[in-house]
């Protein structure tokens, strides 16, 4: 690795925890229980909702369903009627019914998996009222369901887990506040903001608006195809710096807001040591793998001294796209700068690996924390009968219904990766781009993807096809509303139990010995599942790559 | 029942019933109830039947001796937890035997009404019903739980305690309690039955030793639940293999798709089956501790529950101090010699057949008076009252007394008199130290003070430093004034006390921490004992205490010792860390296993995979037969630790927790490797790999 490799990543990591930590506390302010404003309260009253009405989980959980459902169908009715409506400047036909209802699940489960191309697909009405929408509500109804969590968690003896309509109303607006300065600065690096349809010849549009919330709400969707590849959505290194930092931004300022709402700042920062732990390896193993190159290029006489090229923007260069690659599938944002179909064996491994542990190192806005918190939930649950105590965290203890939910949490999303890829390798082999075990891996990585929320593509696989479209769609439900539920079956149990009192046999959360527990627990059991077929795929690419060499 | 001796871990009788019973328990019915090892079972079973279909076909699932070899060690995995099992039953059924033979079939008269004088007809116990009135006479065995209504007997319960000396039962009081399968030896009783056939304290026993009616505790189910969801992750992780395996095959364009029979054994060894056959024999091992300790429970959620305890109320006598304060000092009143004291104070002991009456005849002694008696000084004895709350002798028109200071100041103040600022200083300054200040009055005049001293037992300050480290908060619970009860919490060690105690405030003090999260554990006898036994969370009801009490409470200790709480807490906690560790252990394993297995399972498709072959094991065959063999021999190398419980020594929970994550997380994730290269290496010389 290059001196350069190894200061432009301390300074990005850096940089981001200076931000995250006073936006984190600021957060816990705004988020922290508060009662609606006279704005919210106008406009929840526009709505019809009481928002004040305590919720217990079930109906919290059926009012983030019944939204989403809706808003997918909207998203849906959008794009098969964009034809008829306006704001349609390059006359695009209906999207068809396959890639739209992928689309629509997509968007409204926060992964933005794009089975079809931006600007030559939807039109600027859906862009904006459709896609720019969801991107809003469904990172907002993230951030709801880790309230509702967090509420859990501190509250005693009550059913009430808060009003899902006042926490996306607040949750909505909060990223709107964070959206509005970050577009301007967007622009002032030279992202468009038109709507216009086409300007000096090149397709263009809102751009800086869309591109600020697909990287705050760790959506992803870009405006064009080859998303912040795109010169006009990523035209500088200071608006590439600016979107990768997006990426992680709420996600890991969401790690501080916990440790302030649940009163002890400690357990905040156990969350994000534990995440670091997980993400910084993964980083340098991918920067040191694509700063080495392919030998086999290299002995065709290719020049590997800026590192393996193939794939990617030559302004942004390895390090540049190895930072942003790892960061958008540890979060599960799915935004990419660079091809990752093209990238060396290891570094397309790590964010395959940060997909499949659930999107839960960073992962997405709300969802990367609650997902976090199951695994949590299993550590601590492994972890205190090891001292001997029935398993507590922060002062709640974790019995059968806790473990039941956290259990399926985890391990719906992961049946949903396996199972898909499965079925594929038997009924979608034909849309493979490559053979051999790298055809495995773009398989792989599509369901990983879309089953943990991420929404990248590694490339190379045709997924605009039924079978991909409607198996991911499936999948990205699934990895969404069946990790949705059990956190709030597991918030609702919470909230119900009363507060055991902290002694010094109580097992503290706050160590680096439990975070390195929940990083094994992480790695045991979130990756030994998928160990089996990650050899198949890219472990086997790079020993043949490095076999191949010597 | 000598149950306080431990009985050796693998006693032949024992191991020959347990072999016989590991196979009765592979009725699929039972294995079931173990989602982790029923998936073991139908795993072997499948094999099996692949096995024998390569046999006979000659083209089966792959070469049908390592079929046949890996069904074997599947059933031996199988095999191997159930024996865990059955040894841990084992244990508990041997005493249970014992115990049964206590509880025979008895003729017992049954009474028409509650007197021993009333009409009677000679019954089988076993038709014996709650609220019959039994006469039991000399030499014969109580029929059925119950309280004596009338009578007073000396009773053997060595059947039940373990105990060779007899104990007193009689009517009314706090020794009214009796137990079926006890023998009256002298005098007589009339008992009330308390229990309908077969929920006497003695089935109860039975059931709870035997394991036989043992349901799942909540920890027990949790960790069910998250071992079964592991299950089903690796089984996902396993079944899809097959697919993905042929799809590389038909890419690369060379090898074998991965055989069902790896594809089983590899899902055996990633499933926990080490924590998964072991569970239930903790469990039940942890149940047998107990009562190895002499105290039974009457659930398992109560042992579990007494791990999670973070409050012990203690009571002070017996527990903290020695049951008896000895007299130390005369301190006289000005005016008055230490001789004359010494002498009111001896008179008015003299009948006085306490053991701090007979402490003051003593330490008089000291002082030169020799013992008289009160016949000849034709004294009359006036024993202690709970209105008067003194005792003392009337003689030759003097009234000697001692007693409490405050009432002494009332007899005092009945004779126009008060008591003396000079001797209530010394009063307040003796409680202050942690003595028990007794005044002594000849007539209306105070003559001064004898000090009782509470003696502290010894070791039990470094007890309960120890018990503080582990973050478990003791509470002294007395009936003593608040000076003295400061004192002796001070000398004792403890974190907290609860001064002049009465059952009421008892229960306010646990609901009070309760409510702040605590969990409390408490020991009681007496029937008013029974509404905070009730209250708390662990409850342990002496067996010397009344029925009330008994039922109350969720464990009896049949040696009556309060100080066995302590005891309870650490086997409570050991069960959990047990459960904790070797689950950890399980799962740490898995590593190893992938080492071996992955290579070989895709060695044709892909030999750039050979390199993850980290052990060099002998060849593909012999890698997946040493992963299956070390799973199962793996069971039986830890049935000792699941039945003795892992060493649980006191410290804070961050301690306990670094050394148990070194030894079961990073041992189990290092002892795997070296295990499997032996194994393989071994499988080689014998040739057969």
């Given at each position: 690795m290059t001196a350069h490799a190894w200061l432009e990543f301390g300074a990005w990591l850096a940089l981001l925890l200076a931000v995250a930590w006073p936006l984190g506390e600021l957060l816990a302010r705004v988020l922290g229980e508060s009662a609606p404003t006279r704005f919210e309260r106008g406009l929840l009253r526009v709505a019809g909702?009481?928002?004040?009405?305590p919720m217990d989980w079930a109906t919290y959980a059926k009012a983030v369903l019944v939204f989403n459902v809706l808003g997918a169908l909207v998203v849906f009715a959008l794009q098969r009627l964009q034809a008829s409506l306006w704001l349609n400047p390059a006359g695009l036909p209906a999207v068809p019914t396959d890639v739209a209802f992928n689309t629509a699940v997509s968007f409204a489960t926060n992964?933005?998996?794009?089975?079809?191309g931006g600007e030559s697909t939807m039109s600027h009405l859906v862009q904006m009222a459709a896609l720019t929408t969801q991107n809003f509500v469904s990172a907002a109804t993230g951030i709801a369901v880790f309230l509702a969590l967090v509420r859990g968690l501190t509250r005693a003896q009550t059913d009430s887990l808060g009003n899902f309509w006042f926490d996306l109303t607040r949750s909505t607006l909060v990223l709107f506040a964070i959206a509005v300065p970050v577009t301007l600065l967007l622009m002032a690096t030279g992202v468009p903001q038109t709507l216009l349809g086409v300007s000096d010849g090149a397709s263009t549009g809102p751009v800086a608006s869309q591109v600020a919330i697909k990287q705050l709400g760790t959506n992803g969707g870009g405006f064009f195809n080859v998303n912040s590849a795109h010169p006009l959505e990523n035209p500088s290194p200071a608006s590439n710096l600016l979107e990768s930092l997006s990426i992680l931004i709420i996600p890991a300022a969401l790690c501080f807001t916990f440790g302030r709402l649940v009163k002890d700042r400690r357990q905040g920062l156990a969350l994000i040591a534990a995440m670091l732990v997980i993400f910084i390896p993964f980083t340098l193993v991918g920067l040191w793998s694509e700063q080495a190159g392919v030998p086999q290029l290299s002995a065709l006489g290719v020049d590997a001294s800026a590192g393996h090229l193939e794939g990617k923007e030559v302004r942004f260069g390895t390090v540049s796209s190895v930072i942003w690659s790892t960061a958008t599938t540890a979060a599960s944002n799915g935004s990419v700068n660079a091809m990752h179909d093209s990238f060396t064996p290891l570094a397309g491994l790590g964010p395959m690996v940060l997909m499949q542990l659930g999107e839960i190192v960073f992962g997405g806005v709300g969802s990367g924390l609650y997902g976090m918190l199951l695994y949590v939930l299993v550590a601590v649950f492994i972890s205190g009968l090891m001292v001997g105590r029935t398993p507590e965290y922060l002062g709640k203890k974790i019995e059968g219904r806790e473990i039941k939910m956290a259990a399926l949490g985890i391990l719906l999303p992961s049946a949903a990766v396996l199972v898909g890829a499965a079925v594929a390798t038997v009924v979608g082999a034909g849309a493979i781009a490559n053979p051999g075990a790298h055809g495995f891996s773009e398989i792989l990585y599509a369901f990983s993807s879309g089953s943990n929320n991420n929404g990248s593509a590694f490339g190379g696989l045709t997924v605009n096809g039924t079978f991909y479209a409607v198996a991911i769609g499936l999948c990205m439900w699934v990895g969404r509303f069946f990790v949705i539920i059990p956190v709030l079956a597991i918030a609702g149990s919470l909230a119900s139990r009363k507060k055991v009192a902290i002694s010094a046999g109580t097992l503290p959360t706050h160590t680096p010995l439990f975070v390195a527990l929940v990083v094994a627990t992480i790695v045991l059991v979130g990756a030994l599942t998928f160990i089996p077929s990650l050899a198949l795929g890219p472990i086997v690419e790079h020993l043949q790559m490095i076999g191949a060499s010597s | 029942m000598s149950a306080t001796t431990a009985r050796p871990l693998f006693e032949s009788a024992l191991v020959k019933r347990a072999v016989v019973d590991s196979f009765k328990k592979l009725d699929p019915r039972r294995m079931v109830k173990n989602p982790v090892m029923f998936v073991v079972e139908v795993g072997s079973l499948f094999t099996t039947i692949l096995g024998l279909h390569a046999l006979i076909t000659h083209h089966g699932d792959t070469s049908a001796a390592f079929v046949l070899a890996v069904s074997a060690w599947l059933w031996f995995t199988v095999l191997f937890a159930n024996f865990a099992e059955a040894m841990a039953e084992g244990r508990g059924k041997a005493q249970a035997d014992a115990l049964r033979k206590a509880r025979q079939d008895v003729q017992t008269r049954r009474l028409a009404s509650a007197t021993r004088g009333a009409t009677f007809e000679k019954v089988s116990s076993a038709i014996l019903k709650k609220g019959d009135h039994v006469l039991v006479e000399p030499g014969e065995l109580i029929p059925a739980d119950g309280e004596v209504v009338e009578g007073m007997a000396s009773v053997d319960e060595s059947a039940i305690t373990g105990e060779s000396a007899p104990v007193i039962r009689e009517s009314?009081?706090?020794?009214?309690a009796v137990t079926g399968g006890t023998r009256v030896l002298s005098d007589f009783l009339v008992v009330r039955i308390s229990a309908e056939p077969g929920q006497t304290f003695l089935d109860r026993m039975i059931s709870m030793v035997e394991g036989a009616k043992r349901s799942k505790t909540p920890n027990e189910l949790a960790l069910d639940i998250l071992l079964a969801a592991l299950t089903i992750v690796f089984l996902l992780a396993t079944v899809t293999l097959r697919p993905f395996s042929a799809f590389a095959v038909n890419q690369a364009g060379s090898g074998t798709v991965v055989s069902l029979t790896v594809l089983v054994a590899l899902l055996v060894c990633l499933i926990p089956t080490t924590i998964g056959g072991l569970l239930s024999a903790i469990g039940i091992a942890g149940m047998d501790r107990l009562v190895q300790a002499n105290v039974i429970a009457t659930s398992g959620r109560a042992v579990e529950a007494a791990g999670d305890v973070d409050v012990l109320l203690l009571d002070k006598t017996g527990t903290i101090t020695l049951g008896n304060r000895q007299a130390s000092d005369f301190i006289p009143a000005p005016g008055v010699t230490v001789k004359d004291l010494a002498d009111a104070a001896q008179l008015a002991s003299l009948a006085d057949e306490t053991p701090e009456g007979r402490s003051i005849v003593v330490l008089a002694k000291q002082h030169g008076l020799r013992g008289r008696e009160l016949a000849e000084l034709q004294a009359t004895f006036v024993p202690f009252t709970a209105q008067t709350r003194m005792s003392g002798v009337d003689l030759q028109g003097r009234q000697v007394r001692k007693g409490a200071a405050d009432a002494i100041a009332k007899f005092l103040e009945e004779k126009g008199q008060s008591l003396p600022a000079a001797v209530r200083d010394v009063v307040v300054e003796t409680a202050k130290q942690g003595a028990t200040p007794l005044v002594v009055a000849d007539g209306a005049k105070a003559l001064g003070v004898v000090k009782l001293k509470d003696v502290v037992k010894g070791g039990i300050k470094e007890k309960f430093a120890e018990l503080r480290r582990m973050g478990i908060r003791t509470v002294m619970i007395t009936g003593d004034n608040p000076l003295t009860a400061a004192a002796i919490a001070a000398e004792a060690g403890v974190d907290d006390f609860l001064a002049e105690a009465t059952p009421e405030q008892k229960l306010t003090k646990i609901r009070d921490y309760q409510t702040r999260g605590h969990l409390v554990a408490m020991t009681g006898d007496g029937t008013n004992d029974a509404p905070a036994l009730a209250q708390a969370d662990v409850a342990v009801a002496m067996n010397t205490g009344t029925q009330a009490a008994k039922e109350a409470g969720n464990m009896v200790d049949l040696d009556s010792n309060p100080t066995k709480l302590i005891r309870i807490v650490e086997i409570g906690k050991q069960m959990l860390m047990t459960r904790g560790s070797l689950t950890t252990f399980s799962i740490a394993n898995d590593i190893a296993k992938y080492f071996a297995i992955i290579p070989a399972a895709f060695a044709t498709t892909y030999p750039a995979l050979k390199v993850l072959d980290i052990m060099r094991l002998h060849s593909p065959t012999s890698a997946v037969m040493s992963a299956v063999i070390f799973n199962a021999l793996i069971i039986v190398a830890l049935i000792p630790l699941a039945l003795r419980g892992i060493s649980a020594k006191p410290a804070p929970a961050a301690q306990v927790l670094t050394r148990n994550v070194l030894i079961y997380g990073l041992g189990g994730v290092v002892l795997p490797f070296p295990c499997i290269k032996i194994i393989d290496l071994t499988l080689g010389a014998l040739g057969v790999a």
């Open positions: 909702v009481d928002a004040n009405a992964t933005n998996w794009q089975a079809y | 009314g009081g706090d020794r009214s």
